[in-house]
């Protein structure tokens, strides 16, 4: 008998003798009653020795034998023992992943990019990451840390600030050597791409409240191209698909690479929502949560905002 075999057969036969039925055994091990009886005839011809009698008074039902009582306590405390080891082994292996949360945006354009210089510094931890537009529940997905996009206040979650963010419009190198701006109206005259992920976000910075900031009240900023995703409004910017307002940390990369031109690069409006790192806060004893964390914000701290700090910002935050 292999061993897959053998412990089936065990369990069909430590169920079947505590419920003295092979019926009751299969609706436990979710098969059918002829596959426990099989399974518990198997193990008899290979031990030579019966584990059951058949009683036909009153109820039908199966008696283990005097050597089937006899090996019980051993058999169940073997099974007590294999599960222990079972959930030791998952616990020793959940001690070595981390389960992230972040946008598909966020993953494509800031964390990914990035990634391997985590995987040098601690090469023994896994990260599982769920890339969601909607926000998840960390308690029932078993999540351990996330990033998210907001004014910093999410029930029953720690959150710690990574970056804030600047907002601007960008165009691609083609486009901008056709374009004349000056000005902020003047790219009323041009094709505007909308990003609409954060609509239902208070606070997130449109076009058009983007011009308002910047005093051209009640823009016609209607018209345009409007995409979901802002890793896909930056593509499109990137094709030459029109003008995108921009977020500074989205768009780091594809500026410093030269992907993307930064129109009007001496205003800058500050968006008032800002990029949290968010966690359950018993996950941070989880050996290797710190060390995520301090990446997180090492890696953080390096990016676009020291640039944005020698242009001139345009009053204070959107209100």
Same mark, same amino acid.
């Given at each position: ?15 079947? !003798? ?23 005839? &198997? =193990? ?13 008074? @009153?109820?039908?039902?199966?008696? $283990? ?23 030791? =082994? ?13 946008? $598909?945006?966020? !993953?494509? %354009? ?6 391997? &210089? ?18 998840? /529940? ?20 720690? &959150? ?12 691609? $190198? /083609? ?10 109206? /003047?790219?009323? +005259? *041009? +094709?505007?791409? *909308?990003?609409? +992920?954060?609509? &239902? ?16 009240? %009640? ?5 345009? *191209? ?29 500026? %410093? ?7 009007? $690069?001496?205003?800058?409006? =500050? ?14 004893? %989880? ?6 964390? @301090? ?15 020698? *242009? ?8």
């Amino acid at each position: 008998m292999s061993a897959p075999a053998y412990l089936n057969a065990l369990k069909a036969f430590e169920a079947s !003798a505590r419920h003295q039925s092979f019926s009751a055994a299969g609706k436990e091990l979710n098969v059918s009653s002829a596959a426990v009886g099989q399974l518990v005839r &198997s =193990l008899e011809d290979w031990l030579g020795v019966p584990l059951f009698t058949r009683t036909t008074s @009153g109820r039908q039902r199966i008696v $283990p034998t005097e050597a089937a009582l006899a090996a019980l306590p051993d058999i169940r405390a073997g099974f007590d023992r294999l599960s222990i080891g079972l959930a030791k =082994l998952k616990e020793s292996v959940s001690q070595n992943t981390l389960t992230l949360t972040v946008s $598909p945006a966020f !993953a494509s %354009k800031w964390l990914l990019p990035r990634i391997e &210089s985590f995987s040098a510094q601690d090469p023994d931890t896994d990260l599982l990451l769920d890339t969601n537009q909607r926000i998840v /529940d960390f308690v029932v997905q078993h999540i351990d840390i996330g990033v998210r996009y907001g004014a910093g206040n999410w029930p029953g979650l720690v &959150s710690e600030k990574l970056m804030e963010e600047a907002v601007f419009p960008v165009c691609s $190198p /083609d486009l901008y050597k056709r374009l004349n701006i000056r000005e902020p109206a /003047d790219l009323l +005259t *041009h +094709t505007l791409i *909308h990003d609409m +992920t954060g609509d &239902s976000n208070a606070g997130y910075v449109t076009w058009e409240t983007w011009f308002e900031r910047l005093g051209v009240s %009640k823009a016609p900023v209607g018209r345009g *191209h409007r995409i979901n995703n802002s890793a896909a409004v930056l593509q499109a910017a990137v094709d030459g698909q029109g003008i995108a307002l921009a977020r500074s940390v989205m768009a780091c990369d594809d500026v %410093k690479s030269g992907r993307l031109i930064r129109l009007l $690069p001496e205003l800058t409006v =500050l968006s008032p929502l800002s990029y949290y790192a968010v966690y359950r806060a018993e996950c941070i004893t %989880k050996p290797r949560m710190k060390s995520f964390l @301090g990446w997180l914000k090492d890696e953080a701290s390096k990016d676009c905002p020291t640039e944005m700090s020698m *242009h001139k910002h345009v009053g204070n935050k959107l209100r």
